[in-house]
């Protein structure tokens, strides 16, 4: 690691401890008090984390260095499922050869469709994507059904090939695995009132999102990162000085379309499944909002807007109107059926409205996403530290 | 022939549709340099002026009837519309029927203010911001917007049904001595596009205010410069660009009961619509909007479907637009009305 700097080496060492502790840290609360609700260290969602984080990982690599918006990054998720869960059908349940598959179906995807799209820039370009997005999602949902098994989904079947696999005895749907290591596989740990749950499948996708982490790092801070950051300031000026844009733009969707395959392929090997749905823009406009939100260009953002945005739509979507009228019971009960019916407008079925109100709150305020936010308290605090020292030296100083 | 005519026919009013959502884009875009992502939006809050004004009129006075009783044994309940009480059973009934075309009349000041306030309120502190940013901050408006529908009128199609007198359909066909029957509404929505198509352009063309528009949308600097607040007129166009979506949706309703995505559906194609069309040109936008919607009529026709089986592909109805989009574009970048300089970047 001879090439990044220390700050990226703690960064990268931070995250990597966060991941390793995540069961502890997630699961702050008791497993029977009430607050048990807002606990997140559980399987399914901490795997969540770990995907969308490096979805978004890869998306900021695209939209945080070169500046092009794409809306299009669902596709690839989508592609990188299908291409996964069509390994499990054909070879086996183990998730290496479904992985690479979708690595690099999503990257010769994303090469094609980075190719046309990246003749046109701004907002041409988020148009052609979004129209791509759109098209794969036609694609899988009707055109190609046999492929897709369209509405439906694609889903393991018992009567699959699956040549590598050992003859199926027991009836049961096959699961996915490492080398015998069964993703759902999880071992509690009873400690007092607290459950704390290791998933073979969330460490998975922990160690993946690490080496996408790292891998960014070293983008970030490569010559090649320099190019893109070059293209996001001005790329006219870069064109005038003889230099051929076009191939860095590329490779930077392509790496980024391959992120996005590498999440769409962990995401089948936790759920052997793959549905169009997927595909659709709104799950494009998630990628895109994680990013902002969590900080555009910036290393740790992204991974924090995934985690972020998976967290409350979580508990957002469990408030429900019974859980409400729980919270404010104490009140009197007309203005307890007032609030209740306001915080019903944002909660359960309602999370999109928060999370659209959201995204424009951001955008429109906090444009950097959370880590500005975090580097404006900073400054605020050490200029309030700075503040007072500077009044004490000016009140020292004329006295000299 | 007769299928023939009847695809076109077919293609006619989605391509009116695209037509008109994709010229409020081009508006916008033109006038203001701004890609609206809520145009979408726009167009199902159109449609939901006509859910609401159906809703607002089926609003009922309750009598009791002690003459006629339910199967319960009480007496029975009859609601009457106020406004059939209001006009009589003869007129009341009529306005209530014709709650589409009414809607237009509410429709227009409604989408013209929203329009409005949505540039006055967001879009006015865009202008200066990155492209990026103008088109997540209309996203994000067109979500709001969208849920807001959704948390108020819930996720079903709502059906708003056409006047009775044109319910049916019309032998198009006879008129030139082939058969070709075709639903009367559908009729009066191509119609009633073109004329808002050719009410815009002659707005633009023929009177003064649409000459400075013009003027500024080709500069707008020196049309500042020479006194003229062009920032004001460009913000009444913003309103006219949404009352033209709003009207394309309050007339598509009898033809697909509203739903809340009905807005983000027909968006995505006016988007390619429009850079088929070419980024910033009113007549490429309409003219795209209507070809495409006739190819896409074209290519679900089951002698075209079939010819595809027969070569063993799928059947592309689905996805036509975005292949002729992908052509188009690789072999006329600018769309096939663009104008050199505009978004070349």
């Known amino acids: 690691m001879k090439s990044i700097s220390n700050a990226d080496t703690r960064t990268l060492y931070f995250v990597a401890i966060i991941a390793i502790l995540a069961p502890f840290i997630l699961n702050p609360f008791p497993t029977d008090s009430g607050l048990a609700q807002f606990n997140a260290g559980y399987p399914d969602l901490m795997q969540r984390f770990a995907i969308y984080g490096i979805l978004a990982i890869g998306f900021n690599i695209l939209f945080g260095l070169t500046g092009y918006l794409s809306f299009g990054h669902a596709a690839f998720l989508g592609v990188g499922s299908y291409s996964a869960v069509w390994m499990f059908k054909l070879l086996s349940m183990n998730i290496i050869p479904a992985i690479i598959l979708s690595v690099i179906v999503a990257g010769l995807f994303s090469l094609l469709i980075g190719f046309i799209s990246l003749r046109r820039s701004g907002i041409y370009f988020s148009i052609l994507t979004l129209a791509f997005a759109q098209m794969s999602f036609a694609l899988a949902y009707s055109v190609l059904t046999p492929l897709t098994n369209g509405e439906t989904g694609l889903q393991i079947t018992l009567n699959d090939p699956r040549i590598f696999a050992a003859e199926n005895v027991s009836g049961n749907l096959p699961v996915t695995s490492l080398f015998g290591m069964e993703m759902r596989d999880t071992w509690t740990l009873n400690l007092g009132a607290w459950d704390f749950q290791f998933n073979i499948g969330y460490y998975i996708c922990a160690i993946f999102l690490l080496i996408a982490f790292y891998l960014s790092i070293r983008i970030f801070r490569s010559p090649f990162g320099m190019?893109?950051?070059?293209?996001?300031?001005?790329?006219?000026?870069?064109?005038?000085?003889?230099?051929?844009?076009?191939?860095y733009t590329l490779a930077a969707f392509v790496i980024s379309g391959m992120y996005a395959g590498l999440a769409g392929g962990l995401m089948a090997s936790m759920d052997p499944l793959a549905g169009a749905?997927?595909?659709?823009?709104?799950?494009?406009?998630?990628?895109v909002l994680m990013t902002i939100l969590g900080g555009t260009g910036t290393l740790l953002g992204p991974v924090m807007g995934a985690g972020f945005i998976k967290y409350f739509e979580n508990i957002f979507s469990k408030i429900n109107d019974t859980v409400l009228h729980g919270w404010f019971a104490w009140m009197p009960d007309g203005l307890e059926n007032v609030i209740v019916w306001i915080l019903?407008?944002?909660?359960?079925?309602?999370?999109?409205?928060?999370?659209?109100?959201?995204?424009?709150?951001i955008v429109i305020f906090l444009p950097g996403g959370l880590m500005e936010g975090m580097s404006r308290i900073g400054n605020w605090w050490k200029r309030r530290k700075g503040g007072d020292e500077n009044t004490s030296e000016a009140k020292s100083t004329p006295a000299e | 022939m007769d299928a023939i005519l009847l695809q076109i026919l077919n293609g006619l009013d989605k391509g009116s549709a695209y037509a008109l959502i994709a010229l409020g884009l081009t508006l916008i875009f033109g006038t203001l340099g701004v890609v609206n992502f809520a145009h979408g939006a726009l167009f199902m809050l159109g449609a939901f002026c006509a859910v609401s004004l159906q809703k607002l009129m089926s609003v009922s006075k309750i009598t009791i009837d002690p003459s006629q009783l339910d199967f319960l044994g009480n007496p029975l309940k009859v609601k009457t519309p106020y406004i059939v009480e209001w006009f009589g059973p003869n007129v009341g009934n009529v306005i209530i029927d014709w709650n589409v075309p009414l809607s237009i009349i509410v429709a227009i000041p409604v989408m013209l203010s929203i329009g409005y306030i949505m540039e006055r309120g967001l879009i006015k502190h865009?202008?200066?911001?990155?492209h990026a940013d103008q088109i997540l901050v209309t996203f994000g408006l067109a979500i709001v917007i969208q849920e807001l529908v959704k948390a108020n009128y819930g996720a079903n199609p709502i059906p708003t049904p056409a006047p009775d007198q044109f319910v049916g359909s019309f032998n198009v066909g006879a008129l030139i001595g082939l058969d070709a029957s075709y639903p009367y509404w559908r009729l009066i929505y191509f119609a009633f596009s073109a004329v808002i198509i050719s009410a815009v352009f002659a707005f633009l063309r023929f009177t003064t205010f649409g000459m400075v528009v013009r003027a500024g949308m080709a500069d707008r600097e020196t049309v500042?410069?020479?006194?003229?607040?062009?920032?004001?007129?460009?913000?009444?166009?913003?309103?006219?660009?949404?009352?033209?979506?709003?009207?394309?949706?309050?007339?598509?309703?009898?033809?697909?009961?509203?739903?809340?995505?009905?807005?983000?559906?027909?968006l995505v194609l006016s988007f390619v619509v429009v850079v088929v069309g070419g980024m910033g040109s009113l007549p490429g936008a309409v003219l795209a909007g209507f070809l495409l919607g006739i190819l896409e009529s074209f290519a679900s026709m089951n002698e075209v479907k079939g010819f595809f089986e027969m070569l063993y592909l799928p059947?592309?109805?689905?996805?036509?637009?975005?292949?002729?989009?992908?052509?188009?574009?690789?072999?006329?970048?600018?769309?096939?009305?663009?104008?050199?300089?505009v978004m070349e970047e």
Do not use: C
Not at chain 2, 126 to 130: A, C, D, G, L, V
């Open chain 1, 344 to 361: 019903h407008l944002f909660t359960g079925k309602g999370w999109h409205l928060t999370l659209g109100i959201m995204f424009m709150l």
């Open chain 1, 277 to 287: 749905e997927r595909m659709q823009w709104t799950a494009s406009g998630e990628i």
């Open chain 2, 126 to 130: 865009f202008y200066k911001r990155p």
């Open chain 2, 224 to 266: 500042g410069l020479l006194g003229i607040n062009i920032d004001r007129r460009f913000t009444i166009m913003f309103g006219i660009a949404a009352a033209v979506a709003g009207l394309a949706g309050v007339m598509y309703t009898p033809i697909n009961s509203p739903n809340y995505h009905m807005g983000m559906d027909f």
């Open chain 2, 315 to 341: 059947s592309i109805d689905q996805i036509i637009i975005y292949l002729v989009a992908i052509i188009v574009l690789l072999t006329r970048p600018r769309g096939l009305m663009g104008k050199a300089g």
């Open chain 1, 227 to 247: 190019m893109l950051r070059a293209v996001k300031t001005n790329q006219t000026r870069l064109n005038y000085t003889g230099i051929n844009t076009r191939p």
